[in-house]
Structure formats: C-alpha cells, structure tokens
C-alpha cells in the first residue's frame, strides 16, 4: 500500500458557534471520541480553543485509546501526543498539535481527542469550542477531573480537525 504524502481531513466536525465550550483547567479534561474509516496516518490535530490573559502553562493534547465509552489513558500510537504552546488570548482561533510520524489509526475503532493542562497548578483556563446539539455522530465529549473519572456529555461535540497524509485506501475520511 503506498503511501501519500498530501495532508487530507481524515475526520472532523468543525461547525463552531463559540457559544458553547467546555472548560479546561487545572483540575478538568476535556475529550472528543471519534473514529476513522480506513486505516489511516495520524499527523495533525487542529482545535479551536481560547484562554486567558493570566494562563503560563501549555496544553498537552493527546490521541488515546478507548476503554469502556472513555479514554483509557493509554496512546493509540507512541507519538501521538504533543504540546499546544500556552494561550493568553481572550478569543477563540484554531491551533494545531503536530505529532510524529507513523501513527497509525485503524477504522471503526473509538479513538480520544485529549486535551489538558501540562501541568496541573494554578489558575489555568482554557475552553474548547463545542456544539451543543451533538451533531457529530462519530462521537461525543466526556470530561474529567484529575482522579480521572470520566463523565460522558453525549449532547456534545468538540470542535476538531484530525489529519494526515493517509494511507491510499483512506483519503477520503471527512466525516462531516
């Protein structure tokens, strides 16, 4: 299977209304389930997200894997988590996690969308634009506090882009 070296959507849902969010602090994660639906390279994940003026810490933003409908806290692939660098604007505007090279995401399997602070102190506080009509049918949020309990919000979707050069059988992935 050979592969492709042109970026493409492998899955999004990017209808933002920046009326809806979820909030990440230095207690609270945040995730986004979605799946694919070919086998697929993973390189990039873009997210609309705000902070505040008084943030001093970075994001850290993870692909995860799936344990009973909430992310397991393991990596579904060994590159796949990166740093967005720390945000002080008021505004939403989109940012991007470039990951390394070779992760690769099978279909049909619930992956996560992670996102929380580096380290986890202070008064961080940064929100994760969502639709609250759940409109995404690929997936949902669940958030956490650090212990982490998951609690699922099945009436929303987290603004998201995930994309990648992708395998010949998978560049068609746009889900929405």
Known sequence: MAILTEMSVLTNYSTPNDT???TIDQTQ???QSFQINAETIVNL???RIRGNASNTRDLRVRIETNSGGAPSGTLAGGNLTALISVITSASFDT???SFGDG???QPAT??????KCEIEDGTQVNNWSADGAG???NGNVSSANTVPTWTDRPLYD???TIEGPGLSSGLQNKIW
Not at 110 to 115: M, R, S, T
């Open 45 to 47: 994940a873009t997210v």
């Open 95 to 97: 940012r991007t996690a």
């Open 135 to 137: 409109s995404y049918a």
């Open 29 to 31: 994660r945040i995730a």
């Open 103 to 105: 992760n690769i995401l």
């Open 110 to 115: 619930i992956y996560w969308l992670v996102i």
């Open 20 to 22: 809806d969010w979820w």
């Open 158 to 160: 987290n603004w998201f």
